[in-house]
């Protein structure tokens, strides 16, 4: 498995079940329609890549009722109790 750059994304790998279950939520697909500028009635996420900081990053590529949508995510530290957040989103397949 290569190695990530410091400080840059990983490699882009694909979606395998811990993924899924942290992205294939009712409140990601609110946050990803809030963004969207639509709804998001389903979500299945294809592939992602991360970057580690204080928490992880995450670009996720996945299908959104059917179209492409590519999200950029971060996941705090455990120990702060905050939720996944939504930074960008964008109709595209580009990871």
């Given amino acids: ?5 410091a400080g840059g994304f990983s490699d882009i790998r694909d979606a395998d079940e811990e993924v899924k279950l942290q992205f294939e939520t009712a409140a990601i697909r609110e946050l990803l329609a809030e963004k969207l500028g639509g709804s998001c009635r389903e979500l299945v996420v294809k592939r992602y890549r991360t970057q580690v900081v204080a928490g992880t990053n995450f670009k996720v590529h996945a299908e959104a009722d059917g179209k492409d949508v590519v999200f950029k995510a971060h996941r705090p530290l ?11 989103a964008a109709y595209s397949a580009e990871l």
Avoid: C, L, R
């Fill in 1 to 5: 498995q290569a190695m990530a750059v």
């Fill in 78 to 88: 455990p120990h702060t109790g905050e939720p996944i957040s939504i930074s960008e």
